[in-house]
């Protein structure tokens, strides 16, 4: 297999049951995955375990992902906060279903080392822009799943302070990004 | 904003991000569901938040995960390019007297098929080590290739970190090119408690100290670093300390090594 293919084509090598692409998308993605999953669960152990199980239910249920209309990456990292952020708050798991949930539609192309090393240092830089209240408070919603009122709680900050500066937040970052 | 599509761009980002709630989560639930302009602006914002875990410091997984899951797996899979027929079966009654003789040797052709086909798997798993490796190789030489640039460029640095006093005893250098956004590692230090790691900061000349990577020590106490920053950040300082293991966004524990950059 190899190991320059595309998502798509990989994902269709799955369908085939062609494990050999499976162990490409790992290769390509899992260390992605692997940090945001540490970052959330301070959890090695944690970690590994939905690591396993994400890929596991990607080989399982790749069918039915359209690769054409979504991003496999930006699919993976959705579902590896999400399980995260259960575990973490200690709901139930996501079950297997979420491949038909959401269209997750991601601008970049991920598939080589030097991309994700490139967006790693977009996205590192887009953060630090942001001023440093703005920053904590979208660090509080995406790694510790945090609501506006959650987040109020937390800081001590009045809700609707918390819910402009998010907002703001979001704003400034889609501008750092797309710059 | 209009009648039509009832929400700003940015109420896509934060329901992404899963700070809406109540009635306000609700509401865009309810209208997403029957609008496909506005399920496509979600699809772009959910692909738009995903990429915030890029943020997290780098970890990798053991190998022993990769290795798991694909033992899984393979007890799932056909394996590659078998096909398998099933043919009508016949009772023992029904073969003439010539046919019983073929049965020994069909028996050592079946037997000969399963010995081909574990052969295969193993050789497929053999070629998907070997992509990995491959692919692996590339990037430690395409890494390398940086390092050596970066260490010949006349803006890159050399920090010294010095240790701490009531801290694990170590010592390290930083090599920063802050053109680049490269820095490269190499330091010393005792084995870190059980439920710690060690943590690299960058502490810039504005801003909070950016995470440069998390570490374990290794057998010796030595460890090399190559991290990535993002290019033109400043640094005042490079920084080592002890963490919950995992590490932290923002440094909590006590500096074990520190080095201005002068």
């Known amino acids: 297999m190899d190991a320059r293919a595309s998502d798509a084509a990989l994902i269709q090598r799955i369908v085939e049951r062609d494990e050999s692409a499976l162990a490409v998308l790992y290769d390509r993605y899992a260390g992605m995955l692997s940090s945001v999953l540490n970052r959330i669960l301070h959890d090695t152990q944690a970690a590994e375990e939905i690591l396993q199980d994400i890929f596991y239910q990607l080989w399982r249920t790749a069918g039915n992902f359209d690769a054409t209309r979504g991003s496999l990456p930006g699919w993976l990292m959705v579902i590896a906060r999400n399980r995260a952020i259960s575990r973490l708050r200690r709901h139930n798991p996501a079950g297997g279903d979420e491949l038909e949930e959401n269209t997750v539609v991601m601008q970049s192309n991920l598939e080589s080392n030097v991309a994700q090393t490139q967006m790693i240092g977009k996205v590192k830089g887009a953060l630090e822009k942001l001023p440093q209240e703005q920053r904590a408070a979208i660090e509080l919603a995406y790694f510790e799943g945090l609501t506006h009122t959650e987040i109020a709680a937390k800081t001590g900050d009045p809700l609707g302070t918390v819910k402009t500066r998010l907002r703001t937040a979001v704003e400034t970052l889609k501008k750092n990004l797309n710059s | ?262």
């Open chain 2, 1 to 262: 904003m209009t009648n039509a599509h009832p929400f700003r761009a940015e109420d896509f980002d934060l329901y992404a991000l899963g700070a809406l709630e109540g009635e306000e989560k609700r509401a865009l639930e309810a209208h997403v569901d029957s609008c496909d302009v506005c399920t496509e602006q979600l699809g772009e914002a959910y692909g738009r938040i995903a990429l915030i875990g890029l943020a997290a410091p780098q970890v990798r997984p053991s190998p022993g995960v990769k290795e798991q899951l694909m033992r899984q797996v393979v007890g799932t899979s056909t394996g590659r390019g078998g096909t398998f027929v099933v043919m009508p079966s016949k009772k023992p009654g029904m073969l003439s007297g010539w046919m019983w003789a073929l049965v020994p040797l069909a028996g050592g052709f079946a037997v000969a098929l399963v010995f081909l086909w574990l052969h295969t798997l193993q050789l497929d798993a053999q070629i998907d080590a070997l992509n990995a490796r491959e692919q692996e190789q590339e990037r430690e030489i395409a890494q390398e290739r940086s390092v050596i640039d970066m260490l010949g460029a006349k803006d890159t640095v050399v920090v010294s970190l010095a240790e701490q006093k009531q801290q694990p005893q170590g010592t390290a250098r930083v090599l920063y090119n802050a053109k680049r956004g490269l820095l490269v590692y190499n330091g010393a230090l005792p084995e870190a408690p059980p439920d710690k790691s060690y943590q690299l900061w960058l502490v810039p000349t504005t801003g909070a100290p950016i995470s440069a990577g998390v570490f374990e020590t290794t057998e010796g106490g030595a460890n090399r670093i190559v991290a990535s920053v993002p290019p033109g950040t400043q640094a005042k300082a490079f920084a080592v300390t002890l963490e919950p293991r995992g590490g932290k966004p923002a440094p909590t524990g006590p500096f074990v090594l520190l080095g201005p950059v002068s």
